[in-house]
């Protein structure tokens, strides 16, 4: 996962770069940020793929919290549909037909020899689910795109709040920013962090 999340931070840093004097919206670059890490830990070489499925799932999570506490009548919304409605069941039937176009490419791929498994990341995990020999431990295609919505939405919201507040802090006690960049440096120097590396950032793991 610290090559996905440093390939990411790095593209933002490097957008950054073109902003220099200028004030950016860092909760809105972090939201892209976790999204786009999120993309590549769940899909790996098909995150580009993967982001166009996670703006779908976004786009429908603000149709249910604007319709959360609207009441509703069954009989009279099954024969007339708002335009929420229509719009998140297009969502619905886009997101689950993009998550299955990436599955079929990665089983056209072991099936032509090309590839020997499903994928390393978490849609390969599922995809192997999906595929199980044992019946009752298959996963349903249903279920498969309903763990991809879950690990979007659990991961996004808490991790982009979560950056937010810590570089707000930051901002505010320049003392504990100091010490945290001064740990950085004296472990990493000039490379890329590495899972032993961030293992002994002491200061850097006592910020919220």
Not at 15 to 35: A, D, H, M, N
Not at 82 to 99: M, P, R
Not at 158 to 163: A, D, E, G, K, Q
Request: charge should be negative.
């Amino acid at each position: 996962m610290t090559p996905a999340v440093i390939a990411s931070v790095e593209t933002m840093l490097e957008k950054w770069k073109g902003q220099e004097g200028k004030e950016i919206e860092v909760f809105q670059e972090f939201r892209f940020l976790t999204s786009e890490v999120i993309s590549r830990t769940a899909f790996g070489s098909s995150y580009l793929e993967g982001e166009k499925i996670f703006d779908m799932l976004k786009k429908l999570s603000i149709i249910m919290a604007r319709n959360l506490f609207k009441a509703r009548i069954p009989v009279i919304n099954y024969f007339w549909k708002t335009a929420d409605d229509i719009e998140s069941e297009k969502l619905v039937k886009g997101i689950q037909e993009s998550v299955m176009e990436i599955v079929k490419k990665r089983e056209d791929k072991v099936v032509s020899g090309e590839a020997d498994k499903f994928g390393s990341d978490f849609l390969g995990l599922l995809v192997n689910a999906y595929h199980d020999l044992v019946e009752k431990n298959r996963l349903s295609l249903e279920d498969l795109v309903d763990e991809c919505k879950t690990f979007y939405f659990a991961g996004q919201e808490t991790t982009n709040s979560l950056l937010a507040w810590t570089v707000l802090l930051l901002a505010i006690h320049r003392d504990w920013q100091e010490k945290a960049r001064r740990e950085v440096i004296e472990i990493f120097g000039n490379q890329n962090p590495h899972s032993e590396g961030i293992a002994k950032l002491k200061t850097v793991r006592k910020l919220p």
